[in-house]
């Protein structure tokens, strides 16, 4: 049977990070950024990332999609080492990174370039289909420019859809949002992700923001240090949707800041 008719566990590990550490260079002398991070990202679970600005989270996140090799250790996908870019990992950005020049539809398109396999008729398919997930029905000829910040970043989430990846990593993807649309955002992604209608098996978000964090994540990997390592790691047992005004929510941004000081 292939790995894709088999169907898993909740929570056996689809993302594996073991003992990864990353040195950049500055001046030629090796800048240590992250040391001995382990973490694992389990089926249906949305796995959050956090720890202070500059600490070393996107660095992870990047050598978790496989942009960035890591100076020791390694990254599993299910049972394949990640050596590179791949299909099976998406990528949701704070900044949108959109073509200006293409539409909706025309961006979401070209983030299936690679796939030789498919046709152009089937790619618009597929585009058109993930635009209608991430609520974007009727917006496929619009530019990125008539598009509010969280239209652009729902642009955003059909184009890493699109692929139709295992792996779907977000680095700060609300942080450029005001907070209503952010609010809004937040409030439909685990829905949207969590749900055997995509093909997305475990999501990682990585967020500076600690409610949000909260709010969204099954469990919380917290980085600190520099150079950073994962000073604690959190099951968070709240019900969903989450109550951001209850006691229970607050005690758990509470034991995040704990670790963080
Ligand atoms: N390409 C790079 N070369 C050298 N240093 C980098 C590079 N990218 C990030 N850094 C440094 O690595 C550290 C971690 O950065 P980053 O992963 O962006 O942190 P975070 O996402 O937590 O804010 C920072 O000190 C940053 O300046
Ligand atoms: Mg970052």
New binding site residues.
């Given amino acids: 049977m292939s790995e894709s008719q088999v169907q898993l566990a909740p929570g056996t590990p689809i993302v594996t990070v073991d003992h990864v550490s990353l040195d ?1 260079h ?1 001046e030629k002398e090796p ?1 240590p ?1 992250l040391v001995d991070i382990s973490m694992k990202s389990g089926k249906d679970e949305l796995v959050g990332i956090t ?1 202070p ?7 992870l996140l990047r050598i978790i999609s496989g942009l960035v090799r890591p100076t020791s250790g390694s990254v599993r996908v299910l049972d394949s080492e990640v050596k590179g870019p791949r299909e099976d990992v998406s990528m949701v950005f704070q900044n949108f990174v959109l073509l200006p020049w293409r539409t909706a539809l025309e961006n979401v398109i070209f983030g299936l370039s690679s796939r030789k396999d498919l046709t152009d008729v089937q790619k618009e398919e597929k585009a058109k289909s993930a635009l209608e997930i991430a609520g974007l029905t009727g917006f496929e000829s619009v530019y990125p420019g008539e598009l509010s910040g969280g239209m652009k970043q729902r642009v955003g989430v059909a184009r890493a859809l699109a692929t139709e990846p295992k792996v779907m990593l977000m680095d700060e993807p609300f942080s450029s949002l005001d907070d209503l649309t952010a609010e809004r955002l937040r409030r439909e992604t685990y829905t949207l992700l969590i749900n055997p209608q995509t093909s997305i098996q475990t999501v990682i978000l990585v967020s500076h923001n600690v409610e949000e964090i909260i709010e969204l994540a099954d469990k919380v990997v917290v980085l600190s240090g520099r150079p950073a390592h994962v000073v604690g790691e959190l099951e968070i047992d709240l019900p969903r949707p989450r109550n951001k005004k209850s006691d229970q929510f607050f005690e758990w941004v509470d034991k995040v800041y704990t670790l963080l000081s």
């Fill in positions: 950049y500055k800048l950024v720890g600005s500059g600490c070393g989270k996107s660095t």
